[in-house]
Each structure stands twice: as structure tokens, then as C-alpha cells.
């Protein structure tokens, strides 16, 4: 089975300007998060989606990250406008639900977001 | 949540066994200890998953003693692939994980 995609692998974009990031988790998987890492920083926890809903954002760090899941399926991540401390790799992760003890939760690659 | 320490390096030689030791003192009752490895440019991979006593896979093994306060992640004869970050969480499954430093493992020829 595919795996979690994200995309773009990588973006370099201006401060001020917007960027969208999108996830496709493993289909059938109606948990899905976002997590972010700053540069020397530990991973954090940004958003958690069951199937459109949003059940936690607690982590999402201003009203400047916009984060949507349509139907259930994929989802976007929108930094608008983007300013030099978003930079970081942004990691997308799916699970059914309930989790699978056998599998935890599938990570993508991540995207490396570099705001100059 | 409960707080997991784990060393910040290790360092080993291809083919030895290798044990990462995880303390998570007041770990929760409906946690589980879940361990990740992340490579480089990759998002972390699950390893393996307990609560309490020994579980061993095609990967590695882990051990959780009956207090549950800390756990070993061991991985057999490892080789330079081995080489990466590993993370150990507590987990419900139904909650977001909560990342610590993790432990850089360095496998060397």
C-alpha cells in the first residue's frame, strides 16, 4: 500500500508571501497530524484531524497556519503570510482508528519549508 | 504527559547488539511505550510497541519491566543502516505523540 505522501519535498519561499503544504495519508486512515521541526528543535505537535474534523490544534502556533482536510481525505497546511521563523520541516502522519498496535503511525518525508 | 529520558548519543560497532534504555517514571496507565527511528531527510518510522513485559519482532525487541518506569529497545547485530535517531513515547493511540531529543545511535565499521 502507498504510503503517507506529502508534497512539495521541499519549498523556498520570501517572508510574506503564502505557501500550502498537502498531505495524502494512507487511505482508509481517518487520523491524520501535522507536526513541525525547527531548526535544532525537538518535533512538535501542531494538529490532529478524524476523518474533517479537527479534534485537537492545540499546537498550531498563530492564526497565521490554516489547516483544512476536505472530505476526510487529504489535507493542506496554509502559512500565510510566512515569516523567517516557520522555517522548518513539516511532517504529516496518518493512523486508522482505532490505532493498530502492530504499526503505530505512518510518517511522510516531510516538507522542508525555508523562509527567506 | 509523561516525560521520557533517554540517552542523547550511543555509539557501536556493526554486528553488536545494541540497548537504548527509556525512563518514563510516571508514565501514564493507558499509555503504551511506542519506540520510532527517524533517518535523516525521513519522517520517523514505528519500530515496535508495548505495555508491559518482553515483545520482539522481525526488527528489534523490547522490554518493560512490571513497574513500567523505563524500557529497553534492543536491536540485534546491528549494521551501518542502523544508524539513525531513535525516540521513545508514551502512546495511548489516540492522542498526538510528543517527541523528545531521541537518542542518535552511530554504528561504525
Known amino acids: 500500500e502507498a504510503g503517507v505522501t506529502q508534497f512539495p519535498s521541499h519549498s523556498v519561499i520570501e517572508k510574506g508571501q503564502t505557501v500550502t503544504l498537502r498531505c495524502d495519508p494512507i487511505?482508509?486512515?481517518?487520523?491524520l497530524y501535522w507536526y513541525r521541526r525547527v531548526m535544532g528543535k525537538e518535533i512538535k505537535f501542531l494538529l490532529h484531524f478524524v476523518k474533517e474534523s479537527k479534534q485537537d490544534e492545540s499546537g498550531m502556533p498563530n492564526n497565521r497556519f490554516l489547516a483544512e482536510r476536505t472530505g476526510g481525505t487529504y489535507s493542506t497546511l496554509k502559512v500565510q503570510p510566512a515569516e523567517l521563523e516557520d522555517s522548518g520541516v513539516y511532517f504529516c502522519?496518518?493512523?486508522?482508528?482505532?490505532?493498530?498496535?502492530?504499526?503505530?503511525?505512518?510518517f511522510g518525508s516531510g516538507t522542508r519549508l525555508t523562509v527567506v | 504527559l509523561a516525560k521520557t529520558t533517554q540517552p542523547i548519543s550511543m555509539d557501536s560497532y556493526e554486528g553488536q547488539e545494541v540497548n537504548i534504555t527509556c525512563s518514563h517514571n510516571n508514565i501514564a496507565t493507558n499509555d503504551y511505550i511506542t519506540w520510532y527511528q527517524q533517518f535523516p531527510s525521513q519522517g520517523p518510522r514505528f519500530i515496535i510497541q508495548?505495555?508491559?513485559t518482553k515483545v520482539t519482532n522481525e526488527v528489534a525487541s523490547l522490554f518493560i519491566p512490571a513497574d513500567r518506569k523505563s524500557s529497553t529497545l534492543s536491536l540485534p547485530r546491528v549494521s551501518l543502516s542502523d544508524t539513525a535517531v531513535y525516540y521513545c513515547l508514551p502512546d495511548t493511540g489516540r492522542r498526538a505523540l510528543t517527541f523528545g531529543s531521541g537518542t542518535r545511535l552511530q554504528v561504525q565499521p
Open positions: 487511505s482508509g486512515h481517518d487520523n
Open positions: 502522519a496518518s493512523s486508522p482508528r482505532p490505532m493498530d498496535a502492530n504499526y503505530g503511525y505512518t
Open positions: 508495548g505495555y508491559k
